[in-house]
C-alpha cells in the first residue's frame, strides 16, 4: 500500500478540522497527520479513510473516530519516555499515535485477529509496541506501574486492577457506561490510597468484555 501526496494532503485536511474540533496538543496533531491512517483500514472503506469517522475493521470491531483517537490521547498528557499501558489495540491506529509521540507503549488485545493484524502492521511502519495477548481486565501487573494507562473500548466499570497498575501522579483515560454511549473519564493517581477523576464527555464504543467471556 502508498501513502500518496492525495493520501498526505487528506490527512492534513482532517488533522485541520481536529484542530477547529478543539484538539490543542501540537504533539497529537503531528503524529496524526504523519501515520497513514488508510492502512490500517479495510480496502472497501478506503476512499473515506480521512473522513472524521469510525469504521468496521475485522472481527465486528471498529478503528475509533479519529477526533476520539485525538481527545483520548491529549487527555493523557503523554510525554516522550513514558510508560503507557494500552487496553485494546484493536487496528494499531491508536498504539502507532502513542509510538510516534514517543511513548514506550505495552498494548493488549484479546482477539487473535487484531493482534496478528496489529503486528504486521507495526513491522511494516518500524513502531515495537511491546504486544501481548490477553485479558484486558488484568492489565500487565508484571510490568507495573505504568505513567499513563488508555482504555480504547467501553469499560462497564474502571477495573480495580487497572487502577493498582497505575503510578502515582499517573493519567488513566477510560470511558465507562454500560449502554451504547460511554462517559469518558480522566482518573488521577494522587496517592497510593486516593484517585481523583473527572468527566470530558460522551463518546460511542465498542464493549471492552468482561474477563469471564473472554
Known amino acids: 500500500m502508498v501513502d500518496s501526496y492525495k493520501h498526505q494532503g487528506m490527512r492534513r485536511q482532517l488533522?485541520?478540522?481536529?484542530?477547529?474540533?478543539?484538539?490543542?496538543?501540537?504533539?497529537v496533531l503531528l503524529a496524526m497527520n504523519k501515520i497513514p491512517r488508510h492502512y490500517f483500514m479495510d480496502n472497501a472503506f478506503l476512499e473515506f479513510?480521512?473522513?472524521?469517522?469510525?469504521?468496521p475493521i475485522a472481527e465486528s470491531q471498529t478503528i475509533s473516530q479519529p477526533?476520539?483517537?485525538?481527545?483520548?490521547t491529549q487527555l493523557l498528557q503523554v510525554k516522550p519516555g513514558e510508560k503507557v499501558l494500552e487496553i485494546g489495540t484493536g487496528s494499531g491506529y491508536q498504539t502507532s499515535v502513542l509510538c510516534e509521540m514517543g511513548a514506550r507503549v505495552w498494548t493488549i488485545e484479546r482477539i487473535k485477529?487484531?493482534?496478528?493484524?496489529?503486528?504486521?502492521?507495526?513491522?511494516?511502519?518500524?513502531?515495537?509496541?511491546?504486544?501481548?495477548?490477553g485479558d484486558g481486565f488484568e492489565g500487565l501487573p508484571k510490568f507495573a506501574p505504568f505513567d499513563k494507562i488508555l482504555v480504547t473500548?467501553?469499560?462497564?466499570?474502571?477495573?480495580p486492577k487497572l487502577l493498582e497498575q497505575l503510578d502515582v501522579g499517573g493519567i488513566m483515560v477510560i470511558p465507562v457506561g454500560?449502554?451504547?454511549?460511554?462517559?469518558?473519564?480522566?482518573?488521577?493517581?494522587?496517592?497510593?490510597?486516593?484517585y481523583k477523576e473527572k468527566k470530558a464527555g460522551s463518546f460511542q464504543f465498542v464493549p471492552l468484555l468482561e474477563a469471564k467471556k473472554w
Open 113 to 133: 485477529t487484531l493482534y496478528d493484524n496489529a503486528k504486521n502492521m507495526f513491522t511494516k511502519l518500524h513502531y515495537k509496541p511491546k504486544q501481548f495477548f
Open 153 to 159: 473500548a467501553g469499560a462497564p466499570h474502571v477495573p
Open 67 to 72: 477526533f476520539t483517537v485525538a481527545i483520548q
Open 15 to 27: 488533522v485541520a478540522s481536529l484542530k477547529e474540533k478543539g484538539i490543542t496538543d501540537e504533539n
Open 178 to 194: 454500560k449502554s451504547d454511549v460511554q462517559t469518558m473519564k480522566v482518573i488521577v493517581r494522587i496517592s497510593e490510597s486516593e
Open 49 to 55: 479513510a480521512y473522513q472524521d469517522k469510525a469504521f
